[in-house]
């Protein structure tokens, strides 16, 4: 029951407000919480179709920031002109030449809510997520600047501890989170971190 109550809300409230997803009341929850964007951010969110989180953040930074959205699904033309959505499978990436392509210089935040594409086939599942979480985190480790922010959606359950003990590792705070808006029933939460150590 719940389950529905809470799609049909955000489903519908995010149909009414214009956004692509309901997830960008996931992303606006964290951020009155947390504050991990700041006006005036070069922010890059992971795993971005449709585009809510790239709508959000477009708004929190504003003129003077920018959103860089990446995904192997393209994003429909957004109408915002701080938000540039590239096409492309982040294990096959090289970050820092994808940035010096579009003339950003520095990163002060990462947002990752990807969702891997699983087959159901258990080791090749566990395959591609080790894969994509390892080139989440070389991202983070080439890209983000020091003392930036971080925010991943875990969909590695089995390896809380370890996801959380390595974030640990590489930022000075890290706060697990599960926002309202996400399906009660869904396992999925997020590992908020601030302060990328040098
Ligand atoms: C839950 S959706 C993201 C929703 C998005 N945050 C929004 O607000 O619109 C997860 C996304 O991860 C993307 N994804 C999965 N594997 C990926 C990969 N290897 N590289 C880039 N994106 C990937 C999927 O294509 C999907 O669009």
Redesign the pocket.
């Known amino acids: 029951m719940s389950r529905f109550v809470v799609k049909d809300t955000y489903f519908k409230k995010a149909k009414q407000d214009g ?6 009341y ?2 606006k929850e964290i951020q009155e919480k947390y504050r991990i964007v700041q006006k005036g951010n070069r922010v890059l ?12 953040i477009s708004d929190i930074v504003g003129d003077q920031g920018a959103v860089i ?5 393209p ?1 429909p033309q957004l109408p915002q002109k701080n938000i540039i959505a590239i096409m ?6 090289d970050i820092k030449t994808l940035l010096e392509g579009i003339s950003i210089d520095r990163l002060d935040v990462i ?1 990752c ?5 699983l087959s159901g086939i258990r080791e090749a599942d566990d395959k ?1 997520i080790a ?2 979480y390892h ?1 989440v985190q070389e991202v983070v480790k080439k890209a983000l600047k020091p003392g930036g922010n971080f925010l991943i ?1 875990s969909f590695f359950s089995d390896n809380f501890k370890d996801i959380d003990s390595q974030l640990k590792t590489l930022f000075r705070k890290v706060t697990v989170f599960k926002p309202a808006a996400s399906r009660t029933v869904s396992s999925e939460i997020y590992f908020v971190c601030h302060g990328k150590r040098s």
């Open positions: 956004f692509r997803a309901r997830s960008a996931k992303l969110d992971l795993g971005c179709a449709p585009g809510s989180f790239l709508q959000v959205g990446i995904d192997i699904l994003v492309a499978d982040i294990r096959d990436t947002t809510d990807i969702a891997p594409n591609n894969e994509l080139a959606k």
